[in-house]
């Protein structure tokens, strides 16, 4: 089988090409690309063909139809940084594509403003909702925006000053070309940009689980801080895993699950269409847009969902088969946690660690508040919660 060479390029084009991914491109019978990429060749016999949109959906048709052939893709930059390397090597193998790295754009930004690469965080909006920036805002921090386009730094303002943060915006163009720009935000913004954001002021959210119950829109159904940190605690989310939030409510779990690490995923399982709304805000709010929300009645609506690490049931319990059905999707070593206020939720899940193991535990929570002109306590619905691991 043929192999794929993939060569990162800059802002500067063929000048800025080192020899060897020069020999590749020279050696190439065809080349993919974008429309600018390509424009930045020299002319050649090979043959060129710009990307289509969407990409990805084609990328097996194109390749399948030049298979046996010399082929070279220009990826912008360090094709495995949020590039078509990565997809290649995903669809390929590792052992089919050949990457001939150029510094990436992140690289030559920090290089440019003087930040420490290991300390910048790095958000893409290319191709994904630009609220993930709302997860990595906090004082202090410095933050490179990847743009779709030219409307970006503009929608990234807007942001910052949705959530209150006052920053320092720097607005890169075209870096590493004779002509790359360096300068605040302004209406004429060329397409290739990145935004550079060091936050200033703001109020930001706490990493650990049991944000603050205000943080999230609801109507009631919420898992309140306290209980929502323990369950977090249970459920461990590690990196890469997946978790069904069944009975999702304001989706505070799923949510919290997807904050713990960027690789984390979570399923909101929700049969409320209000709610569902709900749970949608609150993940872009806070940073997790990616949670995926499905609308329907467990257990029905978990039949086609991907293979859970973990599965939180928030609520119905008491509906037949639910815990069944959530236990035999689990992969091995998975975890299962339960919530149960009403005597009944209870019963039920006394029952079921009576047949499957695990642990059980009472919560209790009394949180001071104001009894006429003194303080006293009140105490929150106690929560029964059944862990096991299958």
């Known amino acids: 089988m043929s192999e794929t060479t993939v060569v990162g390029i800059g802002a500067d084009g063929w000048a800025g090409l080192p020899e060897t991914s020069r020999a590749a ?58 590039g078509v390397g990565s997809t290649l090597v995903r669809v390929l193998g590792a052992g089919r594509v050949r990457v001939l790295p150029h510094p990436s754009s992140v690289s030559l930004a920090c290089a440019r403003l003087g930040w420490p690469l290991e300390e910048t965080e790095i958000v893409s909006a290319v191709g994904r909702p630009l609220e993930v920036l709302n997860a990595v805002l906090a004082p202090g921090r410095r933050v490179l925006v990847l ?130 709304e709900r749970i949608r805000a609150n993940a872009a709010a806070l940073g997790v847009p990616g949670l995926e929300i499905v609308e329907g009645a467990a257990p029905a609506a978990l039949e086609f969902l991907e293979t859970p690490d973990a599965i ?27 919530n149960a206020v009403t005597v009944e939720s209870e019963r039920e899940v006394t029952g079921h660690q009576a047949r499957l193991g695990g642990d059980l535990t009472r919560i209790a929570v009394s949180r001071a508040a104001p009894v006429g002109g003194f303080t006293g306590w009140r105490t929150m619905m106690p929560v029964t919660q059944w862990t096991v691991t299958r």
């Not at 409510?249 to 399923?267: D, F, N, P, T, Y």
């Not at 939180?312 to 339960?338: E, I, K, Q, S, Y």
Request: hydrophobic share 40%.
């Open 25 to 82: 491109v020279s050696a190439a019978e065809v080349i993919f690309g974008s429309t600018r990429q390509l424009d930045l060749l020299p002319d050649s016999d090979a043959e060129r063909v710009a990307w289509p949109s969407p990409m990805l959906p084609a990328l097996p048709r194109l390749l399948a139809e030049h298979e046996g052939r010399r082929i070279t893709v220009l990826a912008s930059g360090d094709p495995m940084f949020y």
């Open 147 to 276: 743009s779709a386009d030219a409307t970006t730094p503009a929608k990234v303002e807007g942001l910052l000053a949705g959530r209150g943060f006052r920053a320092d915006v720097t607005i890169l163009e075209r870096l590493g070309a004779p002509d790359e720009r360096i300068g605040p935000p302004h209406p004429d913004v060329d397409p290739l940009n990145i935004v550079a954001v060091h936050c200033l002021e703001g109020a930001a959210l706490p990493l650990t689980p049991g944000l603050p119950d205000d943080a999230y829109e609801h109507d009631g159904q919420l898992t309140k801080r306290e209980i929502r940190a323990v369950t977090l605690a249970r459920l461990a989310p590690r990196p890469g895993e997946i978790l069904w939030d069944v009975g999702a409510g304001a989706g505070s779990i799923g949510i919290e699950w997807m904050r713990a690490h960027r690789s984390c995923q979570a399923v909101a399982v929700e049969r409320d269409p209000e709610r569902a």
């Open 312 to 338: 939180f049931v928030g609520g119905g319990v008491t509906v037949p088969g639910m815990v069944d059905a959530c236990w035999n999707a689990l992969r091995p070593g998975g975890r299962l946690v339960v």
